[in-house]
């Protein structure tokens, strides 16, 4: 999930690009939030991608820091943000 369709397509570019990457081909989806963008990646990205959970082995959540309404945290404490976020939200379902 990436917070805008500039970044989709880049990431998509890069996915499709595995030989040159040297690394096995990856089955991938790659998903803008058109409607909130970043901020809708940071608060949202948890509901979004509940569906997916049963289906895929590993989520990859993009979006600005600044663009997020995040800007004042470092990029350490943002890491563990959204992690945790996930985890709450698996351990509120189980």
């Known amino acids: ?3 805008h369709k ?4 880049a990431l998509r570019g890069i996915l499709l ?3 040159s990457l040297v690394i096995r081909p990856i089955d991938f989806d790659v998903t803008a939030h058109v409607r909130k963008r970043d901020p809708g990646c940071y608060g949202e990205s948890q509901d ?3 569906p997916y959970e049963p289906h895929v082995e590993l989520a990859l ?3 600005g820091r600044e663009g997020s309404g995040q800007g004042s945290r470092d990029a350490e404490e943002m ?3 959204i992690p945790a976020v ?3 939200a698996r351990r509120e379902r189980e």
């Open 17 to 19: 690009r595995h030989k």
């Open 48 to 50: 979004f991608l509940r």
């Open 86 to 88: 996930f985890h709450q």
């Open 1 to 3: 999930m990436v917070s």
């Open 6 to 9: 500039d970044m989709q397509h």
């Open 61 to 63: 959540v993009m979006f």
């Open 79 to 81: 890491e563990g943000v």
